[in-house]
């Protein structure tokens, strides 16, 4: 894919907000849309028994942006085409600097909350 295809890629980040009582689920405000680059790396089913899907993908942000392994990102846009619904990824582990952009590993979380 083109690198140019990549910059029409849009995100945003959902920053993780602890629970507070009496709700015990996390929140994820997202921020404002930023440009990032998507790479689809594999998909595999689960072994627990729920034959849940789980799409490994990379996603890269500009460098600068501050991303935790606790937040989420949701994906507005790719190639140019917006999303409808949008997609929702978790990061897996720490998200990494490779000297041009900030690497996050993460995994989509099939339906449409961040959670």
Not at 18 to 36: E, K, M, N, V, W
Not at 56 to 69: F, K, L, N, Q, Y
Not at 77 to 84: A, F, H, I, Y
Request: with cysteine; charged share 25%.
């Amino acid at each position: 894919m083109s690198s140019s295809a990549h910059k029409r890629d849009t995100c945003k980040i959902g920053v993780y907000t602890a629970p507070t009582a009496p709700s015990p689920t996390p929140t994820y405000p997202l921020g404002s849309a930023i440009r990032c680059r998507y790479a689809h790396i594999r998909a595999r089913e689960t072994t627990d028994g729920s034959q849940a899907v789980l799409t490994d993908s990379r996603i890269r942000v500009p460098r600068g942006t501050t991303v935790r392994a606790c937040d989420r990102i949701q994906f507005t846009k790719k190639k140019g085409v917006t999303l409808s619904p949008a997609e929702n990824y978790k990061i897996v582990g720490e998200p990494h600097d490779n000297g041009a952009e900030i690497v996050c590993e993460c995994v989509r979380i099939e339906g449409s909350a961040l959670g």
